[in-house]
């Protein structure tokens, strides 16, 4: 076999499954958003952005976005850099903080509705203490601001661990020497992580975030379990205009959309975080 084709050999699956699931769809979708009753047309996005939804939805997404995404960076990097200074209990402390990793959406967000709920365990504490003396409904239209708060919080516990595991493994790749060398010329532990660990963690800051940011426009189950129409976003606008009012063409225009929103933001994390040439980590 010829050397040179290997590599191509190699990747040929991946790319047949990447056209077959991915490309193709997506053209699919192009197709719907971008046609008019067989014409092609702009008439599903004017819909789509000119509905009274679209900008309280649009608001919501956003609002979840930035304030979760950098809650959670915060939390990643103060628990890699615990994790990476333990000697001993390393790899339990880990597995028991990447536990929500293996919990779908929708299993998060009731495991947040039994502690939110009107029979749920936070009504059952402030009973047994005596600050209520019926149950509290806090997922109500007149309690918007806490169904605000129990999305933040199950998506915070939710998805935390995804950056986590990224800047774990970065924070692994640093040379020990560095560090070694900094605290021999008196380096405090805060500037040697605003020194040697930020500056060298860009590659994975740019994958944790990238990923992170994406699955932030995407959030919906979440969403859907704790303020159902309350709170509205962008995909629960998408799964409503599909199977609720059997709109595919708006559907379409609306999850390219969050497709546009998306790449722009990765695109700002990728020249914000944007790594040096020649740089080895």
Do not use: H
């Not at 994958?207 to 509205?232: K, S």
């Amino acid at each position: 076999m010829n050397a040179r084709l290997l590599p191509y050999l190699l990747i040929l699956p991946v790319t047949l499954f990447l056209c077959v699931f991915f490309l193709y769809p997506f053209i699919l979708v192009a197709q719907q958003a971008f046609s008019n009753g067989g014409e092609a047309s702009l008439q599903n996005f004017r819909d789509v952005i000119g509905y009274w939804k679209f900008p309280i939805s649009l608001r919501n997404t956003f609002l979840l976005a930035i304030i979760v995404v950098p809650i959670q960076l915060a939390l990643s990097l103060l628990m890699a850099t615990m994790v990476s200074k333990m000697k001993k209990g390393r790899d339990l402390v880990l597995y028991v903080w990447t536990i929500p990793l293996g919990i779908s959406d929708l299993a998060a967000g009731i495991i947040w509705l039994a502690i939110f709920e009107q029979s749920g365990f936070l009504n059952s504490m402030l009973a047994g203490v005596g600050a209520v003396d019926a149950p509290v409904n806090f997922l109500s239209y007149q309690n918007t601001f806490i169904v605000f708060l129990a999305i933040m919080l199950a998506e915070i516990w939710r998805a935390t661990a995804i950056m986590l595991v990224i800047i774990v493994a970065g924070i692994g790749l640093i040379p020990k020497e560095y560090y070694e060398a900094a605290e021999v010329f008196g380096a405090s532990p805060w500037k040697r992580f605003v020194k040697i660990t930020l500056p060298l963690l860009r590659p994975s800051l740019q994958t944790a975030l990238i990923l992170r940011v994406v699955l932030a426009f995407e959030v919906f189950a979440v969403v859907a379990a704790l303020g159902g129409t309350l709170f509205p976003v962008l995909m629960g606008e998408i799964y409503s205009y599909q199977f609720d009012l059997q709109n595919g063409g708006n559907a379409a225009a609306l999850a390219l959309i969050v497709l546009g929103i998306s790449l722009a933001f990765t695109l700002i994390i990728l020249r914000a975080l944007r790594v040096p040439k020649g740089a080895t980590i």
